[in-house]
């Protein structure tokens, strides 16, 4: 097959490998802990997750000075743990999917954040309006490099934590998310058929808050790689 141009590939790194992880589609999940839906003006109770996108090219590699991204004034911070699928149970079902078969479509985790422009998203709320610009734009969803589910053990027991420049901002743990790993998948699939590629960032917990130009991101979950992502100051 021939193509008008050669297409891009967005990938992610596999931690202790060569081979790099190929993105098909980024899921997000929105107010899966409670101490963040309070913040940001909802309810913490166990009502159905609501999930949104990001374009596969929103992805960046970790270690990177980022551009300050543009049509914003209040850009914010939600550090996140991610979850790459793969396996038999995408490839020959992909819909549907039990908790079993859910819990053996991870193919492994890292450290995501989930940037938002804020004060766009606050006006498409208001206008009820798609958030498209509020949380797809280019370098919005950098990734840590994966680590495999047999390295990184139990995850649930795991602590999460966001510092900016080296100011702790967010802090929980993986136990505290309302919906849980299998749980979110399952239902994700009632709504798409997972492919292998897809990844998802699952929340964030409590102390969203603003970043500028010149800021030093590092998200962290215990035995995953730490993600570090820098703003480029303002010329």
Same mark, same amino acid.
């Given at each position: 097959?021939?193509?008008?141009?050669? %297409?891009?590939?967005?990938?992610?790194?596999?931690?202790?490998?060569?081979?790099?992880? =190929?993105?098909?589609?980024?899921?997000?999940?929105?107010?899966?802990?409670?101490?963040?839906?309070?913040?940001?003006?909802?309810? %913490?109770?166990?009502?159905?997750?609501?999930?949104?996108?990001?374009?596969?090219?929103?992805?960046?590699?970790?270690?990177?000075?980022?551009?300050? =991204?543009?049509?914003?004034?209040?850009?914010?911070?939600?550090?996140?743990?991610?979850?790459?699928?793969?396996?038999?149970?995408?490839?020959?079902?992909?819909?549907?999917?039990?908790?079993?078969?859910?819990?053996?479509?991870?193919?492994?985790?890292?450290?995501?954040?989930?940037?938002?422009?804020?004060?766009?998203?606050?006006?498409?709320?208001?206008?009820?309006? %798609?958030?498209?610009?509020?949380?797809?734009?280019?370098?919005?969803?950098?990734?840590?490099?994966?680590?495999?589910?047999?390295?990184?053990?139990?995850?649930?027991?795991?602590?999460?934590?966001?510092?900016?420049?080296?100011?702790?901002?967010?802090?929980?743990?993986?136990?505290?998310?309302?919906?849980?790993?299998?749980?979110?998948?399952?239902?994700?699939?009632?709504?798409?058929?997972?492919?292998?590629?897809?990844?998802?960032?699952?929340?964030? =917990?409590?102390?969203?808050?603003?970043?500028? %130009?010149?800021?030093?991101?590092?998200?962290?979950?215990?035995?995953?790689?730490?993600?570090?992502?820098?703003?480029?100051?303002?010329?």
């Amino acid at each position: 097959m021939k193509y008008l141009f050669d %297409p891009a590939i967005p990938s992610v790194a596999i931690v202790g490998q060569a081979t790099r992880f =190929p993105v098909n589609r980024i899921y997000c999940v929105g107010r899966n802990y409670a101490a963040h839906a309070r913040e940001m003006g909802g309810s %913490p109770e166990r009502e159905s997750p609501f999930f949104f996108s990001k374009p596969a090219n929103a992805v960046t590699d970790n270690g990177v000075t980022l551009p300050f =991204p543009s049509r914003t004034q209040d850009l914010h911070h939600e550090v996140e743990l991610v979850v790459a699928l793969s396996g038999e149970a995408l490839a020959a079902k992909g819909q549907e999917l039990s908790l079993e078969e859910a819990t053996a479509a991870i193919y492994g985790y890292a450290v995501g954040i989930d940037f938002t422009r804020r004060d766009l998203q606050a006006e498409a709320k208001e206008k009820s309006r %798609p958030w498209d610009t509020a949380k797809g734009f280019d370098n919005s969803a950098p990734v840590s490099g994966i680590t495999p589910v047999a390295q990184a053990g139990e995850i649930a027991a795991a602590n999460i934590s966001l510092h900016v420049n080296g100011e702790l901002r967010q802090q929980g743990m993986i136990s505290d998310l309302i919906w849980s790993i299998p749980e979110l998948i399952a239902e994700l699939s009632t709504y798409y058929r997972l492919c292998p590629g897809d990844v998802i960032f699952t929340g964030t =917990p409590a102390g969203v808050s603003a970043v500028v %130009p010149g800021d030093i991101m590092e998200g962290r979950v215990d035995k995953l790689e730490t993600l570090k992502i820098g703003f480029s100051p303002r010329v």
